[in-house]
């Protein structure tokens, strides 16, 4: 079945970089996703990237896709504290729905 | 604010109350979604409607009660819950369920569900 999967937690130093990883399974995924999830808030698309390209760039934000192991990460350069959130990876299934991972909890320490 | 408004933020409800949560956006969507956020599943997709139709029922117990009366508006009724459903219960909207491109969904702020 369709599925994503993604490390549970992260921490990294104020000012390092953070590298969030994620798998899936459905290799007809168009496109795939980053949302960000404040603690008290709702999922905010942080960005997307389609399948035919190989990385995106957004100021702070690089996106990565290898579409032969079905891999997407995310880099966040100099990483700050208000990026403390939960990451969660999605792509979109067969049915138009999306499949989310369950989430990576990134601990930004000063 | 994200676009997509739900009301209230917090409820707490005894186990034989009946309380309603409401959904909306005015982002000219015709897809809108609940989920059940917890610890034990992060994401677990509830319910789904497309152009106000029930598309999705992912094994929901009756005591959940979804309504969409319009493209705009999405409801989900209450009854006789249980403490494990305590949660926090998010409302997604997209232009529709098959499409969306580069935007995927765009979630509410969530309502924090408290059953004592």
């Known amino acids: 079945g369709e599925d994503v999967e993604q490390s549970l937690f992260l921490s990294v130093r104020e000012g390092d970089s953070s590298v969030i990883n994620c798998t899936y399974t459905?290799?007809?995924?168009?496109?795939l996703y980053w949302y960000k999830q404040e603690p008290g808030a709702g999922l905010q698309l942080l960005t997307y990237i389609f399948s035919n390209m190989d990385m995106k760039q957004d100021q702070r934000l690089t996106v990565l896709l290898n579409k032969k192991d079905k891999h997407l990460s995310l880099r966040i350069a100099d990483t700050q504290t208000g990026d403390s959130a939960i990451y969660f990876c999605?792509?979109?299934?067969?049915?138009?729905?999306?499949?989310f991972g369950k989430g990576t909890k990134l601990s930004v320490k000063p | 604010e994200t676009g997509v408004t739900q009301t209230p933020r917090h409820l707490v409800m005894g186990m034989t109350n009946k309380k309603s949560l409401k959904c909306e956006q005015h982002l000219g969507h015709n897809a809108m979604y609940w989920y059940k956020q917890s610890a034990k599943k992060p994401l677990e997709l509830m319910f789904v409607y497309n152009f106000k139709e029930q598309t999705e029922n992912n094994s929901v117990p009756s005591r959940f009660s979804p309504e969409c009366p319009n493209s705009s508006h999405l409801f989900l009724h209450l009854h006789t819950l249980q403490p494990e459903d305590s949660a926090l219960y998010l409302c997604a909207s997209s232009q529709d369920r098959g499409t969306g491109g580069g935007y995927g969904y765009t979630f509410g702020s969530g309502t924090r569900l408290t059953v004592v």
């Open positions: 999605a792509e979109r299934g067969s049915q138009g729905n999306l499949i």
């Open positions: 459905d290799s007809s995924s168009t496109y």
